[in-house]
């Protein structure tokens, strides 16, 4: 066994153990609510220890895909060639920095889950089988794997926001699904309109990658099966305008889902957009991108507007959402090398400041029943560890130096300028609004006087510092540190066809 074989148990191990998890809590008790804790606590831990080591192990000098294994499944049958099926993951740069940022994120929802009470091992259940298909989706180089672990990661979030939300949850829970489900069937097109226009019998990624950047996959058929693709994937990406059901979904799900809904799970998409689109399809990636450029920035802008007119904590915190990944839609449109490196570290910085905000929002949530920002104020006085974190969020989120937001933003920003100086322009405006509608909220709930029905309310308890400082930590050290994550994600995108310098 090769030492690369060998670190690919490793990343097999991100796929297993969660599935292992869920396997080992199916036959755990229900009465027994702290084992089932403790035992997600321990596979939470070992995650985030795994996505550390496949990030640092990942080497700059070394070949775009590493830690490789593969495991023929099913061939020469019927319309599948040799290696038709197979279980083959591999860690390229980018998904080596959405590993880190999963398993950091998986870590700390399961920490914030502690107080779940009803039906907990069901809940625990199901979110590890959702953290399953997320680190399969990143890892997978079979387009069939792919798609499954895609589904897989998606289809929890019903029963996870239908039966543990709040706030019209069968609402949000069944608007998500049927979105996500429609965004599915479009990629799903799209991947038989691929494996047919190839014509080698294979769903290899490695292989489907050479057709189309060879001319086996004619240049018509790619333009018109890249907006497939990209309308699918960009569903979940929250593509504006098919990005209703992310508001609604973050406003429903409980903490953890929420934190792990938009700190993971908008990533897939995004993450779909350079596997499906810019890898597989480069000729259509050349001729759309202008088009995703426009949408992405309209997603910026409108996102960052609709959060100004908020009261509602997650539901600021939804549009915000909607807002930074139409940075990353931006920074992938301009087809250049800072630009796509800035997405990739945009998804990176948004994901763990966007968890640490929600993670926030559910420890004031579980104590005054109200997410209505007007009905605080001076919060600092009662719960000063909580406004820290909050802040620390906050300034992560308009893209304050020394803080991850603006390692990522500064690249998309100056990408953006090279190729569409008009559509930079507007993404700085986007992010002044970002600083007006995070220093209304700081105005609002931190300072002043402080309303006496809230008095007694607790600061963070010691699962929610932990899982707090666990965030902050991602972000400080991106921002302070850019060397270790851009030249991973570097490698990587200075490989993708039709990308410029």
């Known amino acids: 066994m090769t030492f690369d074989e060998g670190q690919g148990y490793v990343v097999l191990a991100t796929l297993v153990l969660p599935l292992a998890a869920a396997l080992i809590l199916i036959f755990t008790p229900g009465s027994q609510k702290m084992a089932v804790r403790y035992i997600s606590a321990v596979t939470g831990a070992i995650l985030a220890a795994l996505s550390i080591y496949i990030f640092i192990a990942y080497r700059v000098d070394g070949p775009e895909a590493q830690m490789n294994l593969n495991w023929a499944w099913v ?5 599948l060639g040799p290696g038709g099926i197979s279980l083959r993951l591999a860690v390229d740069g980018i998904s080596a920095l959405m590993a880190l940022l999963t398993g950091v994120v998986a870590f700390a929802g399961a920490l914030a ?13 199901l979110y590890w089988i959702l953290l399953a298909g997320v680190y399969g989706t990143f890892f997978a180089y079979d387009l069939f794997f792919f798609f499954f672990f895609y589904e897989l990661a998606v289809m929890p979030l019903y029963l996870l926001i239908g039966v543990w939300g709040s706030t019209r949850k069968e609402y949000g829970a ?5 979105m996500l489900v429609g965004g599915s069937v479009l990629i799903w097109i799209g991947i038989f309109a691929v494996f047919h226009q190839a014509g080698i019998g294979t769903f290899d990624l490695p292989s489907l990658w050479a057709a189309g950047q ?5 240049a018509t058929a790619q333009k018109v099966i890249f907006p497939l693709m990209v309308v699918g994937c960009g569903v979940l990406a929250a593509l504006w305008p098919f990005h209703t059901w992310s508001p ?13 809904h938009a700190g993971v799970l908008m990533k897939l998409g995004a993450f779909g957009i350079i596997r499906l689109g810019i890898q597989l399809l480069p000729e259509g990636a ?3 991108m202008p088009a995703l450029m426009v949408l992405g920035t309209i997603g910026a802008v409108y996102g960052a507007t609709a959060a100004l007119t908020q009261r509602d904590f997650k539901l600021i915190s939804g549009y915000s959402s909607v807002s930074h990944m139409g940075y990353v839609l931006m920074g992938l449109a301009t087809m250049n090398t800072i630009g796509i490196t ?3 570290l945009q998804m990176f910085s948004h994901g763990v400041m966007t968890a640490l905000v929600f993670l926030m929002i559910g420890a004031l949530y579980d104590q005054a029943h109200t997410r209505d920002m007007k009905e605080f104020g001076g919060l600092g006085r009662v719960m000063p560890l909580w406004v820290i974190f909050y802040a620390i969020a906050g300034l992560a989120n308009v893209g304050l130096p020394g803080f991850s937001g603006f390692t990522a933003e500064f690249h998309i920003f100056v990408g953006t300028f090279r190729t569409y100086p008009v559509f930079g322009a507007l993404a700085i405006f986007a992010a002044a609004l970002a600083a007006a509608y995070m220093l209304r909220m700081f105005a609002t709930v931190f300072f002043g006087p402080l309303n006496p029905h809230w008095k007694d309310l607790k600061d963070l308890t010691p699962l929610e510092r932990l899982s707090g400082a666990m965030l902050i930590a991602s972000i400080v050290i991106m921002g302070v540190w850019w060397a270790p994550f851009t030249e991973r994600v570097g490698h990587t995108v200075t490989l993708l066809p039709g990308v410029t310098g």
Request: aromatic content about 14%; hydrophobic content about 45%; cysteine-free.
């Open 75 to 79: 061939e020469n049958v019927a319309f």
């Open 113 to 125: 889950s502690w107080k779940i009470e009803y039906r907990n091992k069901d809940f625990y259940i």
């Open 174 to 178: 069944a608007k998500l699904t049927l």
């Open 214 to 218: 060879d001319g086996t996959i004619s």
């Open 248 to 260: 609604d979904g973050h406003m429903s799900a409980p903490t953890a889902v929420s934190m792990v």
């Open 286 to 288: 050349a001729f759309w």
């Open 342 to 344: 800035g997405a990739v």
